[in-house]
């Protein structure tokens, strides 16, 4: 597999050197597919920034983050938020390094968290949200589990983290300021309506707004396990910016992943992705009627196309399964056994058992 990586890497490369961005993409994706490295993944991002696909290289180099971003990363994560219209590239990088330590522990929302101007602490002064994390914890009119939860709270974080209490409404906070008393904690209280519809938690949970509130991530008891790593990671600064930045469209982002197409039923494999080509869906249709010398041409000519849309790998499968169609199975068992790095590897694995059971049909 890393004699083939290299490969495709080679050849995009030299696709992306001669302008050819799609075809780049496609090559240099199934090369960080069998060996995951972080200059593919590089290499593979400024492909698609070409592409102008933002929104893709975001997520791939999130995926792809693993411990501190080095400077090419870091422009490449600048780049890539503006391109796709977000606000900020160092939220991007935060979403990083949360989801790849904390996984599904916690829940990443998108800012930004608007505070109602009007919100005042207890302390005296505004409730501003500053570049440091803020750290809000809501509590419920009996406050049944502050005692516990704060103390978990006090032991998890380190000094001089600015933490802000929220009642569930402006006439309940009574039994939260008595277990502040209580228990000596010097933490204000949010004064002012607004605030706990703004935070959207239940009570007992916590929302710490990093970079201002463009990162508010949402943190449930216990909190020993996640809130120390949550206020590291959201004091880091690896890009400087103001927020938002000047490529902001001022829209939600668009976090949904779309996945490369599927196996088709007959054991056909499409290309890298949607929608495929005119001669890819004519020769499905000749292979699907049994024409398959017709299917098979079809399927040639998409592997002799630099585009890059059907690999090797797959451009072999579906001319295996054409040839074995044509009664030719033992080219069909041949070029079979030449595919090593197939999406669908599987795949190439049950038609080799069909292909080689002289009594199997296609």
């Not at 490369?13 to 075809?23: F, N, P, T």
């Not at 490295?37 to 102008?52: F, K």
């Not at 699907?288 to 072999?316: C, I, N, Q």
């Amino acid at each position: 597999r890393q004699h083939r990586a290299r490969l495709y890497e080679a050849a995009g490369v030299s696709l992306e050197a001669a302008g050819k961005h799609e075809a780049a993409a496609r090559h240099l994706r199934r090369a960080l597919l069998l060996e995951p490295t972080p200059g593919r993944a590089s290499a593979l991002a400024r492909s698609l920034l070409a592409l102008g696909r933002g929104r893709e290289a975001v997520a791939l180099l999130q995926s792809a983050a693993a411990g501190p971003p080095n400077a090419e990363t870091v422009v490449l994560f600048e780049q890539a938020a503006d391109v796709a219209g977000l606000p900020s590239a160092q939220a991007e990088i935060d979403r990083a390094r949360l989801r790849a330590l904390l996984g599904t522990s916690v829940e990443l929302r998108d800012g930004p968290l608007k505070i109602p101007a009007d919100a005042r602490l207890s302390s005296g002064g505004p409730l501003r949200l500053d570049a440091a994390p803020v750290i809000f914890y809501m509590s419920s009119a009996t406050c049944r589990t502050c005692s516990e939860d704060l103390d978990a709270l006090a032991r998890s974080i380190p000094a001089g983290t600015v933490v802000v209490m929220v009642p569930e409404g402006a006439e309940k906070d009574r039994a939260l300021r008595q277990v502040l008393q209580l228990y000596h904690y010097n933490w204000p209280v949010a004064l002012g309506a607004g605030v706990a519809a703004a935070l959207s938690v239940e009570p007992g949970m916590l929302v710490v707004a990093g970079r201002g509130g463009w990162v508010p991530v949402v943190v449930k008891a216990p909190f020993a396990a996640s809130i120390g790593s949550v206020v590291a990671i959201l004091s880091k600064n690896d890009v400087k910016e103001t927020l938002p930045r000047k490529g902001w469209n001022l829209r939600p982002p668009d976090r949904k992943t779309v996945p490369p197409p599927e196996l088709f039923p007959e054991g056909l494999a499409p290309g890298e992705d949607e929608p495929g080509p005119a001669e890819f869906t004519q020769a499905v249709e000749s292979y699907r009627a049994k024409r398959f010398a017709e299917a098979l041409r079809g399927f040639e000519a998409l592997a002799a196309r630099d585009d890059g849309w059907l690999l090797a790998p797959e451009a072999r499968l579906d001319r295996a399964l054409a040839m074995a169609g044509l009664g030719r199975r033992e080219e069909a068992r041949r070029m079979l056994l030449r595919i090593g790095d197939s999406r669908f590897q599987e795949a190439v694995d049950r038609a080799l058992e069909r292909v080689g059971s002289s009594s199997s049909r296609p």
